[in-house]
């Protein structure tokens, strides 16, 4: 079993930055690939990165070089750094641990950009 708490939400300006963290529980975090989605209002639910285990790292090209997906798995942590932030940014920000068929979900939290 794993929980994610996730943290670091919150309301900033268009061309702002912000840092989103995930707090793990359970040991098989460091052996997990970590992702974080969002969903906006009205939206489905949409990928913006992606961690393995060993480190690769993935993003749809909405994100591409303004977010980084990095990890510290002696902390059970990973982060999604985002800069130069847009108002279309705005979402719920969730992050997600998945070990062979087995995902797991935090709470979310909000990022709100303002123009």
């Known amino acids: 079993q794993v929980q994610l708490v996730e943290s670091g939400g919150g309301l900033v300006q268009a061309g702002g930055s912000l840092r989103l963290s995930c707090a793990a529980s359970?040991?098989?975090?460091?052996?997990?690939?970590m992702h974080w989605y969002r969903q906006a209002p009205g939206k489905q639910r949409e990928l913006v990165a992606t961690?393995?285990?060993?480190?690769?790292?993935n993003y749809p090209d909405s994100v591409k070089g303004r977010f980084t997906i990095s990890r510290d798995n002696a902390e059970n942590t990973v982060y999604l750094q985002m800069n130069s932030l847009k108002p279309e940014d705005t979402a719920v920000y969730y992050c997600?641990?998945?070990?062979?068929?087995?995902?797991?979900w935090g709470q979310g939290t909000q990022v709100t950009v303002s123009s």
């Open positions: 997600k641990a998945v070990r062979g068929l087995a995902a797991y």
């Open positions: 359970g040991s098989i975090f460091s052996i997990s690939t």
């Open positions: 961690i393995t285990s060993g480190g690769s790292t």
